[in-house]
């Protein structure tokens, strides 16, 4: 009892040297740190982009735009427009009279001239249409990035139009407000669990939370478990791995380097994590979340623990796979091609999970969040997007841990029996031979 009380004490040192060994190599990586600074600099400035920009006042200002038309054309429709812009607060348009050539030709040009001297950036034409008693409008834009300007001019004009409409039936203010006010529908997220339901601002928070993580975890399956693969392989193509595997066991190597990357991993996501929602929550940058509806307190507690239990979950299953396969790779350069199946799969999770935000509910992703290697993309997506019965969650948790355990199971085995076959990549017969003659 004592002998296996102290060669557990012994192991548990050796996981936690190794751990730590390879956790204090990361972290001082400039690889890593280099990495870690730039991202947080990008996520500074892509949170700040709108106060920064509105500061160095890069496109433009909040002015309204110019927007020409032909002088003496519907002057009763241009004052119904400039009505209905003067009444705004701040007016996205500044209607501008261009003079007319006395000649369909000559006005044409004389508006294609006002947009290359950058005096308008487009402008308005009308034809007759007799069949609806309103002429049809045209917006011709000097830009195809000018959408906005096209969207206020048709509220605009359908406001005149109606306003056009009221001057022939008998109403009182407090009628034609009530025609002219715009209907709410807001939408509420059915929760069987509890009354009420999720907001539109919540939705938001939640629909960007779940995006994150996706992307989050298909960069731990590509970047960190790819090095773990990377190290191993390149320390048993140098050799060192002889060296190293007299003093401590192949399977506490294995476990030690997945955990010491996998807290190098966490803590780099911390560290942007904390940057980014900071910079978020700048008094400069609360009126542009308000404006989107976005709150950040809007996650629920329980949303962000199974956020954090799916991306360890992915991160285990993936990592030991990359393991595995780097211990039986004798040269870096075979590894690629070795780690393309996996890499297969986290793609197809991935992509089937980003192209299914919108519909959560799908087949494709309700049969897919029971696949292991799919699971902590698309159950989680379907948690935090739809409402999932308690039992589908409890189901597809528990498929995964069961394939975690036996892909550590059958990775450990061949982590043992791999790290010391050197020149052609062995088949898969041959290591089951081998691993038959070992047992972890």
């Known amino acids: 009892m004592k002998s296996l009380s102290k060669r557990w004490v012994s192991g548990m040192n050796s996981l936690w040297t190794v751990m730590a060994f390879t956790l204090r190599n990361k972290l001082r990586s400039k690889a890593y740190i280099w990495t870690t600074v730039t991202i947080a600099v990008l996520l500074v400035l892509g949170a700040n982009l709108p106060y920064i920009l509105e500061r160095l006042n890069v496109g433009g200002s909040n002015e309204p735009k110019p927007v020409g038309y032909l002088e003496g054309a519907y002057p009763e429709i241009v004052q119904g427009l400039e009505a209905f812009f003067a009444r705004q607060e701040h007016p996205a348009i500044r209607l501008v009279a261009i003079p007319s050539g006395g000649s369909p030709a000559t006005d044409e040009a004389a508006l294609r001239q006002a947009v290359e001297d950058k005096t308008v950036k487009g402008y308005l034409t009308f034809a007759d249409r007799p069949e609806t008693g309103f002429p049809e409008a045209v917006f011709h834009s000097a830009s195809l990035m000018n959408f906005s300007l096209a969207e206020s001019l048709r509220i ?16 009182d203010e407090a009628e034609r407000a009530l025609l002219s006010a715009p209907v709410a529908v807001h939408t509420l997220l059915v929760s069987p669990d509890k009354e009420g339901g999720r907001t539109a601002a919540d939705q938001v928070a939640v629909m960007a939370l779940t995006y994150a993580l996706i992307i989050l975890l298909f960069m731990a399956v590509t970047i960190t478990g790819q090095l773990v693969a990377t190290e191993i392989t390149a320390e048993k193509s140098s050799r060192v791995m002889e060296i190293l595997i007299t003093s401590v066991k192949p399977l506490t190597q294995m476990f030690g380097k997945i955990l010491g990357t996998c807290i190098a991993g966490v803590i780099q996501i911390a560290v942007l994590a904390g940057v980014f929602v900071f910079s978020l929550s700048l008094p400069q940058n609360q009126g542009a979340l308000e404006t989107l509806g976005i709150r950040l307190d809007a996650v629920e507690p329980q949303l962000l623990a199974f956020a954090i239990f799916f991306y360890l979950a992915g991160y285990f299953l993936y990592a030991t796979l990359f393991a595995a396969i780097g211990s039986i790779v004798s040269r870096t350069e075979e590894l690629g091609q070795a780690t393309t199946p996996v890499m297969i799969l986290s793609i197809l999770g991935f992509y089937i999970a980003i192209f ?7 087949p494709l992703v309700a049969i897919g969040s029971f696949i292991p290697f799919f699971t902590p993309f698309l159950m989680f997506e379907r948690i935090g997007l739809s409402e999932p019965p308690a039992w589908e969650i409890a189901l597809s948790i528990a498929i995964l841990l069961a394939t975690i355990l036996l892909i550590g199971w059958l990775a450990a085995k061949i982590y043992r029996v791999g790290v010391l076959m050197y020149g052609k990549r062995p088949s898969i017969k041959e290591l089951i031979k081998a691993m038959k003659a070992y047992k972890v």
């Open 156 to 171: 605009a004009l359908e406001s005149v139009k109606t306003e056009m409409v009221f001057r022939n039936v008998e109403l």
């Open 356 to 362: 299914s935000l919108q519909n959560p509910e799908n």
